[in-house]
């Protein structure tokens, strides 16, 4: 039962996540006076040491890395807060679920 819950819950997410990318996916206009780009590099760093430590299949993370290039900052700091909750929290319930949706949003994104 529990596990049929968390199916839901992840399957609604993942749903109502990507409708919103879809619906407000706005291109951003490049400066190079911007910060972005470096708050964009340490967030996808983050992201990498998370991977790192739970994916031990090079091929599977190398694809993943690349992955990681195609997203937009709005993708990126989304999968940034969870790799941070991931990093956190360790060997938890929490960081297993957030890892989780980790790896189903870059899948999906």
Request: aromatic fraction near 4%; charge should be neutral; proline fraction near 3%.
């Amino acid at each position: 039962m529990q596990m049929i819950a968390i199916g839901l819950i992840l399957f609604q997410f993942a749903t109502f996540s990507s409708a919103i990318a879809a619906a407000t996916d706005v291109t951003a206009v490049s400066n190079s006076d911007d910060p972005r780009p470096s708050i964009r590099s340490a967030d996808v760093s983050k992201i990498i040491a998370v991977l790192e430590n739970k994916i031990e299949d090079q091929p599977s993370l190398e694809k993943t890395k690349k992955k990681l290039l195609t997203l937009n900052d709005r993708q990126t700091r989304l999968i940034t807060s969870l790799s941070d909750r991931v990093a956190e929290q360790g060997d938890t319930m929490g960081a297993s679920i957030a890892f989780l949706l980790v790896t189903v949003l870059i899948t999906l994104f």
